[in-house]
């Protein structure tokens, strides 16, 4: 590992008397330029781009499996090239775990990337050691959610991916390093390992950890904390979505965070956004387990200090459990599925008729399927028969039949059944659609935190 | 009165549970929505959807619920065969429910 050094973005941190956090990506395949937005309007110090989903490490590592090279973020190219100049020229530190299953690769391709814009400098940190599949496979491992043994899944495993806490981005960010990539670690982590970085945070401070992972929870998802996933016309009403600007947590030594983002950009902040967020993706409030804390986010206040100026206070925790969440990537069967719409008065009779005939065919055709959904979009695919009751007929319907098969092909034959309807089923059906995918599920197990060893790989730009 | 006169809701999925926020527009109809919203009545509401439990837990500093639905996305979003798959319209399911208004309420206890 390098030495430690110093990095500009801390220095100026320090001046102001607090860090600020900007957040560039809350999945994926989130928009581009509101980083860039961030970067050169917000007055940031780190740029976080959070793109790894629950399933994409598995699907990344299949992948690595193809190319040692691959495996990382489809997305890393065009995210790096639209902010890597600006952010060093400004100073601005990025972490993002675009790496997914194969950090490394992306911690070359981004100095590559640095390389060819001229940008000599920089100094890439890539984060190993979430990948736990060999001993994961080599223990007797029960799943979470089933009970059952992991081992009983034998070569439909792809991978086995810890949750990382802050301690391993806290060492990369140590070196100096401008871009720290990881693979998997927990969402939160990856905005509170800078500030832990940058205010020395005692990792027992439990209520210091608690309150940085509420800064983590409420800027992870990016847009969704400045009126991106609210608006609804009339009662939650958000200008300018299609500019909306992605949040910035200017976070104090004490822990005091305000959510704002760049002004004269789309959306909102409001009390009402942050409180859903805080509350995404959680079960019980007072205890969200991470890698370095059980947060708790019972008591959290939020406050308008402002215009899109939203104060959020009163995080806590507790120590974490000592156990890491790690999720098991395996091959769980096909899916194949078709879909036919119906429309004009009538319209539902014939849907109905067309499930039916389809229903049918699936049997007397003999298509080996373990469940089997049969939808009508616009009227019960969402909520099933008990809401479309209350509401009248609609003007189309759209037909929907998805099944669970055990090979592509019987997958394939889904799809052709509802396609056949065009010239064996009701009048008037239109617009099929049909798929067939291999489905790649997630289970998850927990491995002792001290099981798990990890490393910092530092990749220099050379010219 | 359906609960989205009063409050907003989103939904998020882990695995096969799904969770969902009821946060009240205005903290003085937190009580109200204590007493209407109940794990029972919006366990009966979605029965069609939920097969495990709900389990609410309650947020007085921030005039909010959250709930907590077991085995309710058909195996969670990367097994389920739902269009839907991550249950995110479920937020819109709740706000259906019904629930006595509170100007209502307050006359008749007079």
């Known amino acids: 590992m390098s030495a430690v050094r110093p990095h ?58 193809r190319d040692p090279d691959a495996g990382f973020d489809p997305l890393l190219d065009a995210r790096m090239r639209t902010v890597l100049r600006a952010a060093s020229e400004r100073g601005v530190r990025i972490v993002t775990n675009m790496g997914a299953a194969n950090p490394l690769a992306a911690a070359r391709r981004t100095a590559a990337i640095a390389r060819e814009l001229g940008l000599a400098s920089l100094r890439v940190a890539a984060v190993l050691g979430d990948d736990v599949l060999a001993p994961v496979l080599a223990g007797a491992f029960r799943f979470e959610e089933s009970g059952a043994p992991v081992r009983d899944l034998g070569d439909r495993i792809l991978s086995a991916n810890a949750y990382l806490g802050v301690a391993p981005i806290c060492a990369a960010l140590r070196t100096g390093a401008d871009v720290v990539i990881t693979g998997r670690a927990a969402d939160p982590a990856l905005f509170l390992a800078p500030l832990v970085d940058a205010f020395g945070w005692s990792m027992d401070d439990w209520n210091l950890l608690g309150q940085g992972t509420v800064v983590g929870h409420l800027l992870e998802c990016a847009g969704q904390v400045t009126g991106g996933y609210f608006a609804d016309p009339g009662l939650k009403d958000i200008p300018d979505l299609a500019r909306v600007g992605f949040p910035i947590g200017e976070v104090s030594a004490d822990g005091d965070f305000v ?16 409180k859903e967020q805080l509350l995404y993706e959680i079960h019980d409030p007072a205890r969200y387990l991470q890698p370095d804390v059980a947060a708790d986010f019972s008591r959290v206040r939020v406050e308008a200090i402002g215009t899109d100026r939203i104060r959020v206070v009163g995080g806590r925790g507790s120590a974490p459990t000592g156990m ?39 049997r007397i055709t003999g298509v080996q399927t373990s469940e089997t959904r049969f939808d009508l979009l616009g009227v019960d695919a969402l909520h099933g028969p008990d809401a479309a009751q209350r ?53 998850s197990v927990l491995v002792p935190a001290s099981a798990v060893r990890t490393s910092v790989e530092i990749v220099e730009v050379t010219t | 009165m359906k609960l989205r006169e009063l409050a907003h809701s989103r939904a998020g999925d882990k695995g096969d549970t799904s969770n969902l ?69 479920l937020s819109s399911a709740l706000l259906e429910l019904e629930i006595p208004d509170p100007d209502d309420e307050r006359v008749s206890t007079r």
Not at chain 1, 259 to 274: D, M
Not at chain 1, 346 to 355: D, E, N, Y
Not at chain 2, 32 to 52: D, E, F, N, Q, S
Not at chain 2, 60 to 72: E, H, I, S, Y
Request: aromatic share 4%; proline share 3%; hydrophobic share 40%.
């Open chain 1, 259 to 274: 959510v704002t983002k760049v002004e004269g950009s789309g959306g909102r902040v409001t009390p009402a956004t942050c």
């Open chain 1, 324 to 362: 890491l969440k790690v999720s098991v990537g395996y091959v769980d069967g096909h899916v194949g599925e078709g879909q036919i719409s119906y429309a004009g008065t009538g319209a539902l009779a014939r849907a109905r008729l067309a499930l039916e005939i389809v229903r049918e065919r699936l």
């Open chain 2, 21 to 89: 926020s009821l946060i009240a527009y205005d903290a003085r109809h937190y009580e109200h929505l204590r007493r209407h919203a109940t794990a029972a009545a919006v366990r009966a509401h979605l029965a069609g959807i939920v097969a495990g439990e709900v389990i609410r837990h309650e947020l007085p500093a921030l005039g909010a619920f959250n709930f907590v639905l077991t085995r309710a996305l058909g195996g969670g979003v990367t097994r389920s065969l739902a269009i839907d798959a991550h249950g995110k319209s």
């Open chain 1, 391 to 443: 509401r009248g007929e609609p003007y189309e319907v759209r037909l929907r039949v998805a099944g669970r098969t055990p090979s592509m092909a019987e997958a394939v034959r889904i799809g052709n059944e509802v396609e056949t309807l065009y010239t064996n089923g009701p009048a008037g059906g239109g617009g099929v659609v049909k798929s067939a995918r291999e489905v790649v599920a997630v289970q």
């Open chain 1, 8 to 65: 500009r973005a801390a220095g100026r941190a320090a001046a102001r008397g607090t860090i600020r956090l900007g957040a560039g990506a809350g999945y994926s395949g989130d928009r581009i330029e509101p980083a860039l937005e961030l970067v050169e309007r917000g007055d940031i110090d780190v740029l976080v781009f959070e793109c790894l989903a629950e399933r994409t490490i598995a699907l990344a590592q299949q992948a690595r499996h």
